[in-house]
């Protein structure tokens, strides 16, 4: 299998002007030619699909945005690079190779939603990447490619919290990284507030504010949130159509995936892969396949999801055929343990991360995480009984 090149390039795009050189800005030209309800209609029919880890489809989301505007106040397409899984820096990689096709894929699904402002969320910490969206903004806005519309940069916490979207759209409101009930389409960047007293809330929670809804008759807009890696796919899908994007992948899992290749392998990686090929091939290609001398026996696909064991290696990577597997693709992470590895181990340290990375606001999170965080821990020590076993069984199913 060849690693395939369709968001993340073979060398890094150093300029506005090269990225128009390799094709780039037809697919923002033909963004501005139709109406904003023909991209919306032409990503459902792509069948794209939330590259952050829940592959919801990307064109759904943006007709209920787009359902859901507001008379009064504009939109907000946040751009969501708050990259915080373990075993993933795709987003990084993208955004350090090519930056210029986010942007475009955010101005067209600006144009799609009808908002008038852009948010570009990283890590305070992703000073490189910072620094280069910021550069690519800096040329996007001198050519004109943003005229009537504002770009942003917002950096925000380390936390893992910080990626969900909805905990993104609090620290943007200048709140600590808690989710919120509300999903983006129905309340977003800009707020409408009862009181005084609630606009200077530190609680999105506590805070009296109206949501947004279908048909035009509510004031508050609702914000579009979508992953680095989904949007960098747009601009292709509106240039070359649909159809085109679906020549790659599966039915239900259309196109490629950036993915990220760490621990017992050879070398650690980012590579660009067809939906559907068998995850060994992902983990030779990328990673260089298993260290001399040793087996793999299993893999991670992120921290919540179920392990594919050494037997289920040429499960295609999809959505469809991980979740078969008792798994999930995730954001496409892969982190590889060998016959070298206690499993015991690796299952206490997911626990611990999650238990402390919690965001605590629901009592199973908040009590039955720590708990087995701590039985874990427990069995690493070699103290544990069956009864601990049999606690860890029943409280991971209310999780």
Known sequence: MTLVHRVLPPQPVTSLEEHVDRGGGKGLQAARRVEPEALVAQLEASGLRGRGGAGFPTGTKW?????????????????????????????????????????????????????????????????????????????????????????????????????????????????????????????????????????????????????????????PPPALVDNVETLANVPRIIARG?????TEGTERSPGTIVCTVTGQVRRHGVGE???????????????????????????????????????????????????EAGSGLGSGGFMVFDDTDDMTAVAAGASRFLAVESCGQCTPCKQDGLVLADLWAKLCRGEGSAADVETIRKRARSV
């Not at 939109?75 to 990084?92: C, F, I, L, M, S």
């Not at 989710?179 to 606009?199: H, Q, Y």
């Not at 040793?294 to 179920?306: D, F």
């Open 242 to 246: 649909a159809a085109w994007f679906r």
């Open 63 to 219: 007709r209920t945005v787009a359902e859901n505007r507001s008379p009064q106040l504009p939109t907000t397409v946040v751009v969501n690079g708050a990259e915080g899984e373990p075993g993933t820096y795709k987003d990084r990689t993208i955004l350090r190779f090519d930056p210029y096709s986010v942007l475009e894929g955010a101005l067209i699904a600006a144009l799609a939603v009808g908002a008038d402002s852009v948010v570009v969320a990283l890590k305070r910490t992703f000073t490189t990447e910072v620094a280069r969206v910021r550069e690519a903004i800096a040329e996007v806005e001198r050519v004109g490619w943003a005229d009537g519309m504002t770009l942003l940069v917002f950096e925000g916490p380390a936390e893992y919290l910080y990626g969900e979207e909805t905990a993104l759209l609090e620290t943007i409101d200048g709140r600590y990284p808690f989710p919120r009930i509300s999903p983006p389409f129905r309340r977003g960047v800009v707020e409408v507030v009862e009181t005084d007293a609630d606009a200077a809330s530190r609680s999105g929670l506590s805070a009296h504010v109206e949501m947004a809804g279908p048909g035009g008759d509510s004031a």
């Open 273 to 323: 892969v067809m939906m559907g090929t068998p995850l060994r091939e992902v983990l030779d290609d990328i990673g260089g396949g298993p260290l001399p001398g040793r087996r793999i026996k299993a893999v991670m696909s992120g921290v919540a999801t179920g392990l594919i064991t050494a037997d289920q290696l040429d499960t295609p990577v999809s959505y469809e055929s991980m979740a």
